[in-house]
């Protein structure tokens, strides 16, 4: 019995297919609940819960795995993580008013000096990630002020001092690993 040419495409097709979304339900399976796929993100939410109130600063369980910056949105707070796993610095931070989703992202872009969506003068600005058209990321105030929290609309830098600030811009570059976890 022969077969077609179109029949043989037609079923390395569909085996292909097949193929691919066994390899894609496995490796969804394995996925760390909260390092999973980034979404469109999430207004900040008004009750926050922070996992360790006896250790704040313990880099948490589950924040993946190498050189990364892992970002709290719960717990306001930032970790450097050296290729080590080891914690070179950590920090709390004052987010804005746009929350991006728990997983893993890149450092798009950064700029030495900009002037913030909220109008105020920031500098070492590390970005990695958008939500619905808000740019997010971490940046230090010139002054050192933190954002006022009665300023309306949408709102993505997370506010850090200007020495975290530095250590952050001399650490993240383009394309560094940013861990978002609840």
Do not use: C
Request: proline share 6%.
């Amino acid at each position: 019995m022969a077969i077609s040419s179109s029949g043989l495409v037609t079923g390395l097709t569909a085996a292909a297919l097949v193929t691919v979304g066994v390899l894609a339900y496995q490796a969804s399976a394995n996925v760390p609940a909260d390092l999973g796929p980034a979404s469109s993100g999430t207004v900040a939410a008004a009750s926050k819960a922070p996992r360790d109130k006896a250790h704040p600063s313990a880099l948490p369980e589950g924040s993946g795995k190498g050189e990364r910056v892992v970002y709290s949105v719960d717990d306001d707070r930032v970790w450097l993580v050296g290729d080590d796993g080891k914690v070179r610095r950590t920090f709390e931070v004052t987010p804005g008013s746009v929350d991006p989703a728990p997983g893993v992202y890149a450092v798009t872009s950064r700029s030495n000096a900009i002037t913030g969506s909220d109008g105020v003068p920031v500098e070492h600005v590390v970005r990695f990630a958008d939500v619905a058209g808000v740019a997010v990321g971490f940046s230090a105030a010139v002054d050192d002020t933190e954002p006022d929290p009665s300023r309306t609309g949408a709102t993505g830098g997370i506010r850090e001092s200007r020495a975290d600030g530095d250590a952050m811009w001399r650490f993240a570059t383009i394309g560094h690993k940013v861990v978002v976890i609840r």
